[in-house]
Structure formats: structure tokens, C-alpha cells
DNA sequence: AAGTGGACCTGCTAGC
DNA sequence: TGCTAGCAGGTCCACT
């Protein structure tokens, strides 16, 4: 999916321009990871306020309660007036006069879940549990020191985990692991405190630096005006499995971890 | 409790 | 050329 990157470029492409809009209808398609928990019809007559990010998640206000809503791995968000029928892949259209906000998710793995509020159930729940916005005061090395300590997996597999720091999913976890030069496979309570402090550091630069390139187009993704992002094509280890490491020139590595594909280059990342 | 592996669903591509 | 196995940006859940 959309990472962090993408889901804040996703944001920035349409927030303005929904904002004051008022839906007149809603179209629903297949379903999604999880229900939508509301009548599509009660959305009617709303006007959408602003529109907020946490971590994955999108949170649309609305006048009477929100929306969360997920890319998954292959979702995508456009908004505009040349959105056309449906196609099998749109699964959810809020229609306003102002265009209509439509959810593209050939894998279905996104949803989108009405709430009463982003701090009631079911947002809440899906909320609760992640870990610091990487642009917040408090993430820093020494708080991913100490988070780090706790943990005996690898460093790569508790940054994906989203408990410690939110945004960075595979894409970044490894690009930052890389700009830090630590070896993906470290057990993270051997992490040291100045390690700690230039992993935060990277992934803080990593992911500002894909937001500013509008993110990572591998396949399907397209911000809400339909721009591909840019960030993949300076990727210097992900999925850039055998080609020469950009630094050294030693091939990048590719190996397993949780069941995710981890590439690195073994003599630029150490343990 | 923390760690691991499977599940969800569809489309694309590399390789035979 | 055509089929198929394998792989893909996420996250929840069951099990050890």
C-alpha cells in the first residue's frame, strides 16, 4: 500500500477541495475489509469537513460523526468530476457538488468505516495501538532507543510493526535502514542509542522526502488528481534485488523476513 | 507476552 | 504464444 507518503499526498491532493462540500449521494461496490457500519443513504445532506491523517488512516469528518478510511495494499482515492461509471475495481463513491470522492481497491484489502467520532468505536479501536506520528517532537532517537530495547525482533520487522513509529511500511523501512546503514536482520534490542537516534533521523528524511516526491508509484497508485508519485525511482535498495548498491556497488541483497521481501546491501548496512 | 505464520483478494510478470 | 507459480505498498488474528 500506500504508505505514509502516499496517504499524506493522497490527503493534500483533495482536502482543500472537499472541504464545504456537501454529499448528495453514495455508492457503495463490492465489500471491503470490514462493513461500513452505517447506511450509505445517512451521509446525505452532510456537509465533509476537514480531512486529518493518522498514520495509514485517512479521518474524513463529517457534520454527524466520519469516516476512516484505509488504501490497504492497492487502494487509491481520486476526486473530481470526470470519475465516469464505475468500474469493478471502484468500490466506494461519496458524490458531492463539488466532485466525487471515489475509492479505487482492485485487492480489497482498504475500507472504509463510519464512526461517531475518530476517538469512538469502531475508529478508535483501529486507532488505538499505533505508535508515534514520525513527525512528532516525541519520536526521536531516544525514544526509539528505549521502544527498541523492549523488542527482540528484528529492527525491520518492529519498525513495519506500526507500534513504535507509524508510516513506514516496507518500502521505507528499508530505505531508511539503508540511508542509517544498519543491517534489517539487527535484533532491535541491540540497537545502540546513536544508532537509534540515525534511524530516527532517517526515517523522518525518508519519509518527508517521498511526500515531497508525491510518493512511490510501483503499480496503481495515483494521488486524488491522478499523479503517479516519484520516490521509486531513487529507491536505492527496494526491490532493486542483484543491481549495485548506489553507495558501494556491492549487489543488493534480498531475503525474508516475516513473510515481507527485506532488501539491503550488505556492506553498507551493518549489525 | 512476544514472536511467527496464515489469512484476506486480485492482477501482473517472470519463467518454463 | 500460453499457462502457472510466485509475488505485491497492510494489518488482523490464531496459535505457540
Request: overall charge positive; aromatic content about 6%; proline content about 6%.
Amino acid at each position: 500500500m500506500p504508505e505514509l507518503p502516499e496517504v499524506e499526498v493522497t490527503r493534500l491532493s483533495f482536502a482543500e477541495r472537499i472541504r464545504g462540500a456537501r454529499v448528495t449521494a453514495v455508492r457503495v461496490g463490492k465489500p471491503l475489509r470490514w462493513p461500513l457500519g452505517s447506511a450509505p443513504e445517512a451521509f446525505v445532506g452532510q456537509r465533509v469537513g476537514e480531512v486529518s491523517r493518522r498514520g495509514k488512516y485517512l479521518w474524513l469528518a463529517l457534520e454527524r460523526g466520519g469516516l476512516l478510511m484505509h488504501l490497504g495494499m492497492s487502494g487509491s482515492l481520486s476526486f473530481g468530476h470526470a470519475t465516469g461509471e464505475p468500474g469493478p475495481h471502484d468500490h466506494f463513491d461519496l458524490v458531492t457538488a463539488r466532485g466525487t470522492l471515489r475509492l479505487t481497491d482492485p485487492r480489497r484489502f482498504g475500507a472504509v468505516v463510519w464512526s461517531a467520532s475518530a476517538d469512538a468505536a469502531p475508529a478508535a479501536t483501529l486507532l488505538a495501538g499505533l505508535g508515534l506520528e514520525p513527525f512528532d517532537d516525541r519520536f526521536d532517537g531516544a525514544h526509539l532507543h528505549a521502544a527498541l530495547r523492549r523488542r527482540r525482533v528484528a529492527v525491520k520487522t518492529a519498525l513495519l510493526g506500526g507500534r513504535i513509529v507509524v508510516g513506514a511500511g516496507n518500502i521505507y523501512a528499508c530505505e531508511a535502514l539503508f540511508e542509517a546503514g544498519i543491517d534489517p536482520r539487527t535484533p532491535s534490542d541491540r540497537i545502540s542509542r546513536a544508532r537509534a537516534g540515525r534511524l530516527a533521523d532517517a526515517v523522518r528524511s525518508t519519509l518527508a522526502r517521498a511526500v515531497e516526491l508525491g510518493g512511490s508509484t510501483l503499480r496503481n497508485f495515483r494521488d486524488a488528481h491522478g499523479a503517479a508519485g516519484a520516490f521509486q525511482l531513487e529507491a536505492k535498495v527496494y526491490g532493486r534485488a542483484g543491481k549495485p548498491c548506489v553507495r558501494c556497488g556491492t549487489p543488493i541483497r534480498r531475503v525474508v523476513q516475516g513473510a515481507r521481501a527485506t532488501f539491503f546491501c550488505p556492506v553498507c548496512q551493518r549489525r
